[in-house]
């Protein structure tokens, strides 16, 4: 009978460290995405619907076909959807995923297309980990912005037009991943992005059509653990799909570090 107390809180402790585990090992993946705005944004006009960047519903980036929420909602069979809200002005709608096999979740971000700037404000200070939150997701404590392991922006390339005011420089010795989904990327964010810390996985060399098959597809290899590598290739493999060009083509035009 001595014994009984000593197993019980063994189990006890057994059980608790069980469940911080599985906490702990929750990793996250914050998604920015700069509405698509043909007012506000220097690109070549889309459609009313399309390109109003102050409506996420059928936005190009956001709402319509390929769009990060519509995509993976609709055409994923990796991902569950779990809810969406409204954040406030500038962040429009919040949406959040798990993934159907490993502890991940997806948190993307539509921020109204005239702030843009504020968009890749929010994105470089969270890949140098200046930038660092927590969001509860119905009871879950989620890393969000530099507590996240991957960190990804989809839409316009708003460098061409203008320049950050912002020191952008390392808080902490932690290493982020990124992936940055926008015209000729690399030229533009990389005068933003000199750090051994920020594992660039995949931007590109030219123009380009941002869309939500190409992060589905990258996040899918990411969340398996594979190379850095393998996740620009499968990148590379759902552009040359979708926008039927030649893989050769999209691998020169997607790119790793």
């Not at 929010?122 to 969001?135: A, E, P, R, T, Y």
Request: aromatic share 12%; proline share 2%; net charge positive.
């Amino acid at each position: 009978m001595g014994k009984l107390p000593h197993i019980l809180f063994f189990l006890i402790l057994l059980s608790y460290s069980f469940v911080k585990g599985q906490k702990d090992s929750i990793t996250t993946i914050h998604t920015f995405v700069a509405l698509c705005d043909n007012e506000n944004q220097g690109i070549y006009p889309v459609s009313k619907d399309l390109g109003n960047g102050q409506s996420p519903r059928l936005n190009l980036y956001w709402g319509a076909l390929y769009g990060v929420k519509t995509h993976f909602r609709k055409s994923s069979s990796d991902w569950t959807y779990i809810k969406s809200e409204k954040v406030d002005s500038i962040v429009l709608e919040r949406v959040f995923f798990k993934h159907k096999v490993k502890n991940v979740y997806l948190i993307a971000d539509a921020y109204d297309g005239r702030y843009i700037k504020k968009c890749t404000d929010d994105f470089l200070k969270s890949s140098w980990g200046m930038k660092k939150d927590s969001i509860d997701c119905n009871g879950i404590k989620l890393g969000a912005y530099g507590n996240s392991k991957l960190i990804a922006y989809a839409g316009h390339d708003g460098l061409m037009e203008f320049k950050m005011d912002t020191d952008y420089k390392a808080v902490d010795s932690q290493q982020r991943d990124m992936i940055i989904l926008a015209c000729v990327s690399k030229t533009y964010f990389k005068p933003y992005l000199q750090s051994e810390n920020i594992n660039k996985l995949v931007w590109s060399t030219g123009l380009m059509a941002p869309e939500a098959y190409i992060l589905h597809d990258a996040f899918g290899v990411y969340v398996k653990g594979q190379s850095s590598e393998k996740v620009r290739e499968v990148a590379a493999g759902a552009y040359a799909k979708y926008q039927k060009c030649s893989l050769t083509a999209a691998k020169r035009l997607l790119i790793s570090e």
